[in-house]
């Protein structure tokens, strides 16, 4: 379904830097209360306790287990604001993926990694993918979820013009693409009751 990964798939409204859209401080939840709540749940069953991991695409809300300790928490995103309200983060890094894809971390150096509704600002899926699998230990859970609410201007097109099970697919086939992980598997973990935000799960291990 896609193995022509057209350019255009990967255009936006708004082109200009993401300095500029970013540069604004959000510091609010992106999905409702039940969502984040159904995410917490799914990533105290998948990401390894007492373990260094990698929050992609960070702001404000990690969203982990608030019980559990990790050795390390690193944040990667846009707004230094964001990334300092976050009190689950024992790291924090500013770095632009649209302009640099590559991750400034070592091989090797977490046992796993969230992208948590962001995926879909991704230009460079692909390279942003095969960073993760470079930078996370072997049988490493790699977590990307998302819901259906985004900054417009910002997501790719071919966001846009997918439903939910296409937008598994996408994410599936960049996990896929990159070489670096084992078979991905795809989950609703949207919460039970009416009227709350959808949220969807693609989780792959990289390799032994
Ligand atoms: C909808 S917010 C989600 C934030 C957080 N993951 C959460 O669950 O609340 C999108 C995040 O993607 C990050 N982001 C968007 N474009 C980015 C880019 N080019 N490079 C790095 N991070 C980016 C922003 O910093 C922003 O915090």
Known sequence: MFNQMKAEYFHRIDETDDAIFYGQPRLVKHIDDSACVALTNYFRMVLPADSDLLDLMSSCFSHLPEELSYKSVTGLGMNKVELDGNPQLTSRVVHNLTNDPTLPFDDHTFDGCVVTVSVQYLVNPVVVFQEIGRVLRPRSPCIISFSNRCFPTKAVA?????DDQDRAKLVGHYFVVSKKFGPYE???????????????????????
Request: with cysteine; proline share 11%; net charge positive.
């Open 158 to 162: 071919v966001w846009h013009n997918l």
């Open 186 to 208: 795809v989950l609703n973990i949207s919460p039970k009751h009416d009227k709350t935000d959808p949220l969807f799960v693609v989780c792959a291990k990289t390799a032994p």
